[in-house]
């Protein structure tokens, strides 16, 4: 199995075109000295800022018609299938193909990194993750892995009958995955998408909760691919763009799909975690965002607390679990981050063209900071 592995990452190696780009400079929302919510960021305001959490993406832009590509998030760094992660899924609207979600809902936990990709690739996401559980050390044996692959469909940039993703492209993203800082916008499976009818893509942040409060971090990721009527900092930019869903009463930019992954290392239970899930949700609705019911907008959360894992070895087990009443400052936390990482998927994101020449531009960035401290609000005043 170890062969096969090393054999399948010989192949990948061939499709230099789709490698992961070099991390170049990129506009995030803080970089404009707008700072939203009352908690502090990590390091990198990402969700590697949570111990033992890396990420990789490949990016896929070959010709005119691919613009799609896989992110992965691994969630810590040993045996995923023999060491299970508490886990949970919140689904704001259900127009999505989300893989592993019954066995998640069902056992609390997850056995595999997750994978986001295309819509038509789900089946490509599940086969590389199945070969990389198969050839991990202590897994000889193992028949059957639950794994977990989420998608948003972006047909509009990218040819998305190609199917284009293989499943060596995302042993690729998993062996490339790492910490510190993480590339947002318009690479890996937020290559092609589209959000608000502006450029999305992948967007994270992070929340740390002072120490009065347990001192817990929160990281999102998100994949943004949905509508509705864009808010920036409390201020409706959607409108003052005049670019928003239900212009004129017509059906525009509205159906899409989001993918929210929440990481958590306070010690929470599967039960704690999809509350926190369904407040990623209040996230994506302070960026104007409706779920509608065309658009899968899922919530993964995961807590990687090292003491509250589920570990194979053990007859039993014997998590120490927050009380419910301390939960209120992750919930929280989760909102700030989740919008955060919305807001910052878009900011990054840069204008695109693809599949049958469609274009779909970037937010002119420089206009909406420009509005946002024009708005009255005193924490955005222009110095």
């Known amino acids: 199995m170890k062969r096969k592995f090393l054999i399948s990452l010989i192949v990948v190696s061939l499709f230099l075109f789709i490698m992961p780009e070099k991390s170049t400079a990129q506009t995030r ?19 590697t800022d949570v111990a033992g959490v890396t ?9 005119d018609d691919i613009r799609t590509g896989v992110t992965a998030i691994v969630p810590h760094q040993g045996n995923i299938f023999r060491n299970k992660v508490p886990a949970a899924v919140y689904v704001g609207n259900g127009f999505g193909k989300l ?7 069902e056992l ?8 986001l990709t295309n819509t038509l690739n789900v089946a490509a996401g599940m086969d590389g993750l ?19 692959v989420g998608e948003t469909n972006d047909g ?31 690479v890996g499976a937020g290559t092609g998408t589209i959000c608000f009818g502006f450029k999305g893509g992948i ?50 930019d509205v159906d899409g799909s989001c993918m929210m992954v929440v990481i958590t290392d306070a010690p929470v239970d599967a039960r704690n975690l999809e509350r926190m899930a369904k407040r990623a949700m209040m996230g994506l609705a302070k960026t104007g965002g409706i779920a509608s019911n065309g658009s899968g907008d899922y919530v993964i959360a995961l807590s ?34 989740t919008a955060e990482a919305l807001w910052n998927s878009l900011f990054a994101a840069k204008t695109t063209t693809g599949y049958k020449g469609n274009t779909v531009e970037a937010i002119p960035v420089e206009k909406v900071v420009e509005l946002i401290k024009q708005s009255g609000n005193p924490l955005y005043k222009t110095e």
């Open 55 to 63: 990420v990789g993406q490949v990016t896929c832009k070959v010709g």
């Open 108 to 115: 609390g936990n997850i056995e595999t990194p997750i994978i």
């Open 203 to 252: 967007g994270t942040a992070s929340r740390v909760l002072p120490q009065s409060l347990g001192g817990y971090t929160v990281g999102v990721l998100v994949q943004s691919n949905y509508g509705g009527v864009l808010e920036i900092a409390g201020v409706p930019i959607g409108q003052l763009l005049e670019k928003y869903s239900f212009k004129e009463n017509v059906m525009q």
């Open 29 to 47: 929302l803080r970089d404009y000295g707008i700072k939203t919510g009352i908690f502090k960021t990590g390091e990198n305001n990402a969700i």
């Open 304 to 337: 990687v607390n090292p003491d509250n894992l589920i570990k194979d070895s053990d007859k039993m087990y014997h998590p120490v679990l927050l009380k419910n009443d301390d939960m209120s400052a992750l919930f929280l936390a989760t909102i700030e981050a």
């Open 130 to 148: 199945i070969s990389y559980t198969l050839a991990q050390e202590g897994n000889e044996n193992v028949g059957s892995v639950n794994a977990v």
């Open 156 to 186: 509009g940039l990218s040819d998305i009958r190609a199917r284009y993703i293989k499943p060596e492209m995302v042993l690729t993203a998993i062996k490339n995955a790492k910490g510190g800082k993480v590339e947002e916008g318009g």
């Open 99 to 105: 893989a592993g979600v019954t066995q998640i809902r």
